[in-house]
């Protein structure tokens, strides 16, 4: 079944005008994070996981999930925390390797490559948003 702008599968319940604006705010939060880190001090992934915008968007996130099952707006809440998880998953990864002297390029590389992910994700997600498209199920 071909997807429309306001089903996805075979549900046909559509998103309220909140929901909609309430995705797009998360976007922007993870959106100021990211463009905090590209014009700061910390790193993409670092400013996307520990800044307080960021973290604001995840609790947001979970809080209004229940209310978006079924929508299409429900492929965007799993893009973004799947996206935020495994954000801080390869920045523990990092540290792992980081520990050890020879580990440091590759600590160094998983974080810059985790980054250019994070703006990726954060980029790609927010423009489906704004075509009223789904994201797929990764």
Do not use: C, E, K
């Not at 997807?3 to 996805?8: A, F, G, I, K």
């Not at 960021?54 to 429900?74: F, K, Q």
């Amino acid at each position: 079944m071909a997807d429309t702008p306001y089903t996805v599968a075979n549900t046909g319940t559509r998103p309220s005008g909140g929901q909609l604006t309430l995705t797009h705010v998360m976007y922007a939060l993870h959106a100021f994070a990211v463009i905090t880190g590209v014009l700061g001090s910390a790193t993409i992934v670092v400013s996307f996981i520990a800044s307080l915008p960021s973290i604001a968007a995840v609790v947001l996130n979970y809080w209004n999930r229940g209310a978006v099952r079924g929508t299409w707006l429900d492929s965007h809440f799993r893009w973004q925390l799947r996206t935020f998880w495994f954000a801080v998953l390869w920045v523990a990864v990092a540290l792992l390797f980081a520990v050890t002297v020879i580990g440091l390029p590759l600590a160094f590389g998983a974080v810059v490559v985790t980054g250019l992910w994070v703006l990726y994700r954060v980029a790609r997600g927010w423009w489906a948003l704004s075509q009223r498209q789904p994201l797929p199920v990764d």
